[in-house]
């Protein structure tokens, strides 16, 4: 007895209707020379009656013959225990029909077309049981499948390039406001008098040192020349020249005009510049290339195919399915070659990123040491400090400076307030930030690194990984090279990037796709910026 016969249970109770071929009707097929297993236990026939005795009489003794005899009047039977003995009968018959038979019906008649004839790349010279309207829908599926493979494979990546970018702005953040309030309090100590009013220039000051380390285009010179040029005439006001009453605001403009003329604060803001633009450049570049590695991420992940690369993809994870092998995967080599071929310009992409994250390694040593920018930052005041320690000690000197640029000082019937900065609180989180800035940033960039670097051939093995990981069959089983199911693939497989695949013989290759290209332009701005920032801190250690 064959072990199909179990595959009968699920035979429908009525016989199909006669299906008719739109090309017109066919023979049917011969009847098989015998059935395909032993048939079934027939069901139990109804009694034999006697001779003479008609269908539906009732049989002697039975409750029926007695109610008769009693001179009620039965009813007569319809025939109904004929017609379901026949039904059955029908159906056992049913179920003898041979396995194969019904599933060459089925396969020929109810599934499977000729050839495919409308099919444009599913074709194949087996009976196929896709239609041109099935082709397209797997077309679109596997266009989503590796895509959807793509961001699976990048989603750790970019999840560490994203946290790492956020938490340096909200780190370098946190530094600057703190650094504000340090510049701030030190007013607040030593030159109360004057305390409200500086201490609007440093908030501008370090807007200024926010707004260029998060991309905007200014000038570091640009804007420590501007802090110190608003910071003199409240200095000369309050220290060089003080008086019981303020200057004009047409006597602050000539002071602010003249600063780096008479340049009473002496060679510190020179000395800022220098410092603010090595340690805020670096800080910049930083983040702007982790904001632009996440960038590098999305635009690969929603890579465009091209229609070559889309058709083999389709007949590399569909095409089977037409045939009936929808368990099937495809050859190792045969993967290989789709895949690279798909994503050939992103293989590009692999030199310049594996030089990107190089730059990135010394980005993060170039923010370390003298010019780190929490060193840099959070020992602003101290520049302060010495410039208006300068402008006290040339205090009279400078009197006479001014006086010759702008005359006497004429002053105004108004005062300063006094300062209204609260001290202890931030105070309090700068000791706190200064604790555990080490471990905010230091010692984050050294980690975000060393994780980094586990990604530096990330685009070059994308491929392999994929087909290794996901999409291919593993060694020594039988797999889809195509065309058929197959012991191995025997074509040639070729390399990854651009120019090896003019041997690819699965998918073929046109150009450069203009959007790589803008991508590997950035990403070449990057390591280009790490040979000028070397030769900056050679010359600057020359100095």
């Known amino acids: 007895m064959r072990a199909e016969r179990g595959l009968w249970i699920f035979t429908l109770r009525r016989e199909p209707p006669p299906f008719i071929h739109p090309h017109g009707p066919r023979a049917r097929p011969p009847p098989p020379p015998g059935p395909a297993f032993a048939p079934l236990p ?12 008609r269908r539906g009489s009732p049989r002697p003794g039975s409750p029926r013959s007695a109610a008769q005899g009693a001179g009620g009047r039965g009813r007569r039977e319809d025939g109904g225990g004929g017609r379901r003995w026949l039904y059955r009968h029908v159906q056992q018959e049913i179920m003898k029909l041979s396995l194969d038979v019904a599933v060459a019906y089925l396969r020929r008649k109810l599934l499977f077309t000729e050839n495919g004839v409308d099919l444009q790349v599913c074709t194949s010279k087996n009976p196929t049981c896709c239609t041109k309207k099935m082709e397209e829908l797997y077309q679109t599926a596997a266009k989503q499948d590796i895509q959807q493979l793509l961001q699976t494979s990048s989603a750790t990546l970019k999840f560490l390039i994203s946290r790492n970018a956020a938490a340096f702005q909200e780190t370098f953040e946190t530094l600057i406001r703190l ?46 020349n501007r802090f110190f040029d608003t910071l003199f005439p409240v200095v000369y006001n309050h220290v060089i020249n003080p008086g019981l009453t303020d200057i ?12 780096r ?16 633009g090595r340690s805020l450049l ?56 789709v895949i690279r071929g798909c994503l050939a310009n992103m293989a590009e992409v692999d030199l310049h990123w594996r030089g990107y994250i190089q730059s990135l390694e010394e980005l993060s040593s170039a923010m370390s040491g003298t010019y780190d920018i929490e060193h840099v930052l959070l020992n602003f005041h101290s520049l302060v400090n010495d410039a208006l320690l300068q402008a006290h000690i040339n205090g009279p000197e400078l009197s006479e400076q001014v006086n010759k640029v702008c005359g006497p000082p004429v002053r105004k019937p108004t005062q300063s307030p006094g300062c209204s900065f609260d001290q202890n609180k931030d105070n309090q989180g700068l000791e706190m930030f200064s604790r555990d800035s080490e471990e905010t940033l230091s010692s984050r960039r050294k980690e975000f690194i060393s994780h980094l670097r586990l990604y530096r051939a990330f685009y070059g093995g994308l491929a392999d990984q994929l087909c290794g990981n996901e999409l ?24 990854s990037g651009i120019k090896a695949q003019s041997a690819n013989p699965e998918v073929k290759v046109k150009g450069t796709d203009p959007v790589i290209s803008q991508i590997i332009d950035k990403l070449k701005h990057v390591i280009q910026f790490r040979t000028i920032l070397c030769l900056e801190f050679l010359e600057a250690v020359r100095k």
């Not at 040192?209 to 804007?223: C, K, Q």
């Not at 291919?472 to 390399?495: I, K, M, Q």
């Open 42 to 53: 027939s069901p139990p026939r109804p009694p034999i009656r006697p001779a003479g005795e």
């Open 179 to 224: 650094a504000e309030n340090y510049t701030s309090t030190l007013f607040c100590n030593a030159y109360r008098n004057m305390a409200a009013e500086a201490t609007t220039r440093v908030q501008e000051f370090f807007t200024d040192v926010g707004l260029f380390i998060f991309g905007t285009d200014i000038s570091t010179e640009e804007f420590v």
């Open 261 to 276: 003329d008479i340049r009473p604060f002496g060679n510190v803001p020179k000395k800022a510049i220098g410092q603010m």
């Open 282 to 337: 670096p800080s910049r570049t930083f983040l702007q290339a982790l904001n632009l590695g996440i960038e590098v991420i999305n635009t690969t992940d929603h890579l465009h195919f091209s229609k070559d690369c889309s058709r083999a993809l389709l007949r590399m994870q569909y095409c089977p399915h037409c045939q009936g092998l929808t368990l099937s995967k495809p050859c190792m080599g045969y993967c290989l070659n």
């Open 472 to 495: 291919a069959a593993a060694d020594g089983l039988p797999c889809w090279n195509g065309e058929d199911f197959v012991r191995s693939y025997t074509h040639r497989v070729v390399g």
């Open 248 to 259: 004009s605001l047409e006597y602050a403009e000539c002071l602010r005009m003249a600063r």
